[in-house]
């Protein structure tokens, strides 16, 4: 017995934790030896009400064999209620239980009534035990092994014992069968329950993500709704402003017949720049347009540029610099004096431009703006600096999206605000990109990168 122990024991520590073949641990063992001394006082009482009213025919009981199983079940039990005090609490395995109680009930069977031995039931008791503990592949076993077992027994008692109903043996075998199978549809319907239940809750998690997608769309879409009126709003009164004195103006001429030159001269000035500020809303809005259809063609050419994007689109907003005694100078940080570069020459200027306008529109009279040039190895590094009331923290990023403009109670500025999300997107389609970096009430830069050459992971369209 010591060297059985030990066996049980060397194996126990060569089995996972959480083994398939799992081992009934000190907790609930109590309950489990009771409930095998219960069965075993069963067995004993039905054996002694049984042969005291000659239930059974004396000539298929064996009372040696009989009380030889229950010797054997007392001292197993015995083992079993040791082992539980001991350190490691009750280890044994399972599967040496089960067999354990197959061999003596069937022995139990062959000792008292043979095929028709009342203690049959209890093979009823080890599936069910089986069942509780294992999933199908286990329990199938064992309920298979309580059927060949029986089997045998039973066809020894056919061989000895010609009036054997076979009838009844055929039907115990298959309450046998039923018995495990009804187990298992309980347990594949537990399974289904769970997976239907698992699959109900990750369809909920999915609803409620997909409906605070939804949510978040909606949020996003009422946003753009609200930019859009508010720029449908707009353009209709921007329109409208510069669209006024040129009808204005030419409403009058056509009532007047002698006119100066200097009233001409006047008047045509101011239509001109009337009409010039219509102009430029338009081509924001038509670049918006080309760009939000994919529609922005790049032509890559090798230009200087200096000279031929900085300096006119400088001398291009010089009159409205001069407005606000501000002057636009190259920052004497710059490392280079002349830089080539492989780009398109018109979506570079509309960037000068946009950049260069807004550090005017919102940069303070009587300020200069620069901007920095720097080649960082293989990449063009510009910078356009201003002085002015800056963009807040939380901005920084708001400042590129279309319609986007910052509230300026003050100053009344006007604007599309199309010109910074315009200047993103082209720099973007060049293959470059750009940030924003302020400090209120002081210094607003804004800084793109462009790589030098047109390289082979640059989309032409």
Known sequence: MINFKKKILDFQRKTKKNSPLLKIETRGSNAFLKTRWIVLLIVLFCYFVID??????????????FFFCLLLSVGFNYYLYVLSKSENGLKLIM?????????????????????????????????????????????????????????????????LRGEVRIMNIIVKIISLSLYFFAFEWARQFKKRTQILNATIADTNNRLKEIN???????REVDKKNKLYREMLSFVSHELIVPLTPIISISSYHKMQVDLSI????????????????LKN??????????????????????????NDIITPSIAELKMRADEKNMRILMHPASNVTSVIIYSDPSLLTVVFNNLFSNAIKYGY???DITYLIRLKYDRLECSVINFGDGIPPDKLEAVFEKFVRLDDTRHKIEGTGLGLFNTREIIRKLNGDI?????????????????????DDIDEY
């Open 365 to 367: 009279a009587n300020t």
């Open 212 to 218: 605070e997608q939804l949510d978040f769309q909606k």
């Open 95 to 159: 599967p040496v239980i089960i067999i354990f109680d197959m061999l003596i009930v069937t022995f139990l069977i062959q000792s008292f009534g043979k095929s028709d031995s009342p203690f049959f039931l209890l093979y009823f008791l080890i599936i069910f035990g089986a069942n509780i503990r294992y999933e199908s592949k286990i329990s199938a076993i064992v309920t298979i092994f309580c059927v060949l077992l029986f089997l045998i027994v039973s066809l020894n008692d056919l061989r």
């Open 281 to 306: 809303m338009i081509d924001k809005f038509l670049g918006l347009s080309k760009i939000e259809r994919g529609e922005v063609i790049v032509d890559y050419r090798k230009m200087e540029l200096i």
């Open 435 to 455: 940030k924003c970096e302020s400090v209120l009430n002081h210094l607003t830069t804004f800084t793109f990168w462009l790589p030098l050459e047109k390289g």
């Open 262 to 277: 200097d009233e001409v001269k006047s008047s045509f000035e101011m239509i001109n720049a009337s009409a010039n500020k």
């Open 52 to 65: 005291y009213y000659n239930i059974i025919d004396p000539s298929l009981q064996n009372p040696l064999l």
